[in-house]
């Protein structure tokens, strides 16, 4: 990677920003572990004034973490000052019945599934089910009694205040900054997308640098996305410079493989437009690319290349701008409930799991069989697909090993040293945190580690404990992963033929909602970026499905197949994305004589989609239409036109060709060709231009 002025700091401070948009997880992280540390504190003093047992300060940081971290609803200060309801159920019902094995086996099951039973009705309520779980293990874990219960109740409630004081009064969110940060972010992940594409042009075609430009425009697609979910309705333009300033970076990274065949005066130029651009001098880096856009031996590639920088220029100044003018919002999309396989399947699931789970954790270890029932319950937690559970399992799994090497280090190094012990706890739990939503497995290992160095504080810690830790988890999470296969399973397979239907959906409102923009402006007034949008989340939660399909599996058919088609769909997106902001610069209505030619064009790419989407769910040969009779006629038309008509019409008609041939090789199962670049599609329109009429 080419390295800018600043030096490799600035590369590794961008990778640090884009990372985490708007530094959410940061905040996240500081918050949690803020409230845990407190929560303990207040609890340590309290149980000394008032002579609790300390092993209250456990229920405490319980509590205190899982309050935290698991409310996300749009309710959040009126669900967290209910948090104490559940978490009082829980512990009331495990002080009742942990000193009687069976009773308390068998609540545990009924536990357990009425909490994941609940997660139909919403975020909420899943929270509330996590609560109660936690809080009845709790309460069996230290063999809680009735005669406890009012200092049990008394940390609980203290505990939540502590986390509701820290969220909303200490680190409480600013809907502006973090709008600020996300837009920080996508700047970021823009100047990745340069340092990809200098990158990538330096060191000529390689496999590597090909999966670098792919991976930095699908980040920056995600992190675009994260950024106009937290937009608030009066934005104004936001999404729209958003969008350009995306479509022009994605640009950039298509013309790659024909500019590496460019050389002379040309390339110099866009090399030196490129590392100017990514050094934020956006006006040098537009006239060293207008410079090289007017030379009279600049190709079309070149000149293609060096329009997008002048555009990405243009929307990195207008970013500026919008960043300034940005008040924020809570956002919608992070309150929406995530895909989830049906709760009451997944309920059966998991209490069959968990049940085996006990039998088989209590031979093992007769004190520490719950953290096989836990390792079950939480595989299971945000998974839409019996391959996402098997994932997870593994991941657990796996972190729970690398913890437990890493436990044993820290364990014997810092044992008997509390004042190193006891940092290095909120140091691990903080990480933790951090690491959640990039990586199950991150968290795993770093929560593995503060065990041991919790037991080692409380001076429980030994090998073998952290060797029964490991055992406890593989049982727990491979009885999860039995279940998902076996019991009531959501095929992975169904899963992800119905994201791929979304995803072919998504992409025929794209094609609608353009050609009706271009049939008349005035009457469909809304921006077509909306439904480009809509398209991006779908093409987004269709490579978080495939993910699990794919791990491990790369060279089956299936596999491949599956890949083939998200890289082709991929491609549409970028297709539906060029076209929705080409039509959405339409400000009058096209010619009369181009309206139903275009009704027709819609019809045959809508049938094309439908086609391909019946093809891959029901994995049968099907029929296509060829568009090209009505896509020759509007070239027709749109040559025939008076100058600058066809200024939206033909580099539309030829993005929607683009994107019908890439639906009709899915449809056929035939090898997609290689996308072609906006300036290639654009080379195709000007032709057109040129062309004569035809018959």
Request: contains cysteine.
């Amino acid at each position: 990677m080419i390295a800018p002025r600043w030096g490799w700091f600035a590369v590794l401070w961008d990778e640090f920003v884009a990372a985490d948009p708007g530094l959410t997880r940061l905040l996240t992280a500081a918050r949690v572990t803020l409230s845990v540390a407190l929560a303990v504190a207040a609890i340590g003093v309290l149980a000394g004034v008032l002579h609790f047992s300390l092993s209250v300060v456990i229920l405490a940081a319980v509590v205190a973490m899982q309050t935290a971290l698991s409310i996300n609803d749009s309710s959040a200060r009126t669900t967290t000052l209910l948090v104490p309801l559940p978490a009082t159920f829980g512990v009331v019902l495990g002080a009742l019945t942990s000193g009687h094995a069976l009773l308390a086996d068998l609540l545990f099951l009924a536990v357990l599934f009425t909490a994941v039973a609940i997660r139909r009705y919403g975020l909420r309520w899943t929270a509330f089910g996590t609560i109660a779980t936690l809080t009845y293990f709790i309460a069996l874990f230290l063999g809680a009694t009735p005669e406890q219960l009012p200092a049990l109740i008394a940390t609980i409630a203290v505990a939540v205040a502590v986390t509701f004081l820290v969220r909303f009064v200490v680190l409480r969110e600013a809907p502006a900054w973090t709008a600020r940060r996300m837009v920080d972010a996508f700047r970021a992940r823009v100047r990745l997308v340069l340092d990809a594409v200098i990158d990538a042009l330096a060191k000529g075609h390689s496999a590597a640098s090909e999966e670098q430009l792919r991976r930095a425009t699908f980040r920056l697609n995600e992190t675009a996305l994260a950024i106009e979910s937290r937009l608030p309705e009066d934005a104004g333009d936001a999404g729209a410079v958003v969008f350009d300033a995306e479509l022009s970076a994605e640009n950039l990274a298509a013309a790659v493989p024909r500019l590496r065949e460019l050389d002379g005066a040309a390339l110099r130029g866009i090399r030196v437009a490129l590392a100017t651009l990514r050094h934020g001098n956006t006006a040098r880096a537009a006239r060293v690319a207008l410079r090289v856009q007017t030379a009279a031996e600049s190709d079309a590639a070149a000149i293609e290349t060096a329009e997008s920088i002048r555009d990405l220029a243009d929307a990195i100044e207008r970013l500026r701008h919008v960043r300034a003018a940005l008040r924020g919002s809570s956002g919608s999309n992070s309150m929406a409930t995530p895909p989830q396989q049906p709760p009451l399947r997944q309920a059966i699931q998991v209490t069959l799991a968990s049940a085996a789970s006990i039998a088989v954790g209590e031979a093992l270890s007769p004190q520490r069989w719950y953290w096989a029932v836990l390792a079950t319950y939480f595989v299971f937690i945000g998974t839409a697909s019996s391959g996402e559970t098997i994932a997870r399992a593994w991941s657990r799994t796996l972190g729970t090993a690398l913890g437990v090497a890493l436990g044993l280090l820290a364990g014997h190094f810092a044992q008997g040293h509390p004042e190193l012990e006891v940092p290095l706890i909120f140091v691990f739990l903080f990480l933790g945190v951090y690491f959640l939503r990039v990586s199950y497995t991150a968290m795993i290992f770093f929560i593995t580690a503060l065990l041991s160095l919790l037991w080692g504080l409380l001076g429980r810690f030994s090998d073998g404990l952290l060797i029964i830790r490991l055992s406890e988890t593989a049982i727990g999470a491979a009885f999860g992963a039995i279940a998902a296969i076996f019991i009531l399973p959501t095929r992975t397979r169904d899963v992800v033929s119905s994201a791929i239907a979304e995803t072919l959906d998504a992409l025929a409102v794209v094609v609608h909602a353009g050609i009706q923009h271009v049939l008349d402006p005035s009457a469909n007034p809304e921006s077509t970026v909306a439904p480009a949008r809509l398209l991006d989340d779908r093409l987004q939660q269709l490579v978080a499905r495939t993910r699990p399909v794919l791990a491990g599996r790369a060279l089956t058919a299936g596999a491949r197949r599956l890949r083939r088609w998200t890289a082709a769909l991929s491609a549409c997106g970028f297709y539906a994305r060029s076209f929705a902001a080409v039509v959405d610069r339409a400000d009058a209505a096209a010619e009369l004589r181009a309206a139903d030619p275009l009704r027709e064009l819609e019809a045959v790419v809508t049938a094309n989609i439908r086609a391909a989407a019946e093809h891959f769910t029901a994995d049968v040969t099907v029929a296509t239409t060829d568009a090209r009779p009505y896509l020759d006629t509007l070239v027709q038309l749109s040559h025939d036109a008076p100058d600058g008509a066809d200024r939206v019409l033909v580099p539309a008609i030829h993005l929607v060709d683009r994107l019908d041939r890439a639906i009709v090789r899915l449809a056929r199962d035939e090898s997609p060709q290689p996308a072609r670049a906006p300036w290639e599609v654009r080379e195709d329109a000007s032709a057109a231009r040129t062309a004569p009429p035809t018959a």
